[in-house]
């Protein structure tokens, strides 16, 4: 099995709708990040945790916000989706003193 | 500001030829420093780091890379690429030590192999 799982693998919305994208680890890993990978930009830091009470803004936050429900799953959710926000998000894991980052498989949305 | 370029947005090899994939960083801190490959369809593999000490770095898959602090540069290298190593290539770097840990990442080659 995965270390870290996100769900759905695709989804495709309208615009104004609620969604909701999930992340879980079974790595034992306390730091959570969300990242957006457009093409030609790389990647781009949405929101990071360092744990359930710790939930920090990147550098792409406006219309995202998420949720630390346990120290496995770190959720992202798109409270009224736009078209631009179309893109490949990938939720990312890490523990402390640990720098590299371990990456889920992503979700590909579309918002049409 | 810190941010990393990777100069070339497609490469095109043949396959058994050699690769050099370009990566120029800036950072106020003494850097970490990342090369992660995403194949179509997949996450990202992290395929080498370098942290400290010997300055040429070997990774997984025949890659290698070059830490150059005077020019600010981590090159990714492989003398003989295979056909599989069609994927996209990122370059990251974050810091050294405290923090959150958060990377910034470029912008990504593309490589594509031709037999």
């Known amino acids: 099995d995965a270390d870290v799982t996100q769900t759905p693998r695709n989804r495709i919305t309208k615009t104004g709708k609620r969604i909701m994208l999930e992340c879980s680890q079974t790595?034992?890993?306390?730091?959570m990040y969300w990242y957006r990978q457009d093409p030609g930009l790389g990647l781009r830091l949405i929101y990071y945790?360092?744990?359930?009470?710790?939930?920090n803004k990147g550098e792409i936050s406006d219309g995202y916000s998420v949720s630390r429900q346990a120290q496995a799953k770190f959720s992202l959710s798109l409270e009224s989706a736009i078209p631009n926000q179309t893109a490949l998000y990938f939720c990312?894991?890490?523990?402390?003193?640990?720098?590299?980052?371990?990456f889920g498989p992503g979700t590909r949305l579309t918002v049409l | 500001a810190q941010s990393v370029t990777q100069p070339d947005i497609h490469i095109t090899v043949s396959e058994g030829a050699s690769l050099e994939l370009r990566c120029n960083y800036s950072?106020?801190?003494?850097?970490?420093l990342f090369w992660y490959v995403q194949s179509p369809g997949q996450g990202l593999q992290l395929l080498l780091k370098?942290?400290?000490?010997?300055?040429l770095v070997q990774g997984i898959k025949g890659f290698e890379a070059e830490f150059k602090r005077s020019q600010s540069s981590f090159n990714l290298r492989k003398p003989s690429v295979h056909w599989s190593d069609a994927a996209e290539y990122f370059c990251?770097?974050?810091?050294?030590?405290?923090?959150?840990?958060?990377?910034?990442f470029g912008a990504g080659t593309r490589l594509a192999v031709h037999p």
């Open positions: 990312a894991t890490t523990r402390t003193g640990v720098n590299e980052q371990f």
């Open positions: 790595k034992g890993h306390d730091r």
């Open positions: 945790s360092f744990d359930v009470k710790d939930i």
């Open positions: 950072y106020g801190a003494t850097p970490y």
């Open positions: 370098y942290f400290s000490g010997d300055t």
């Open positions: 990251a770097v974050g810091p050294s030590s405290g923090g959150y840990n958060k990377l910034i």
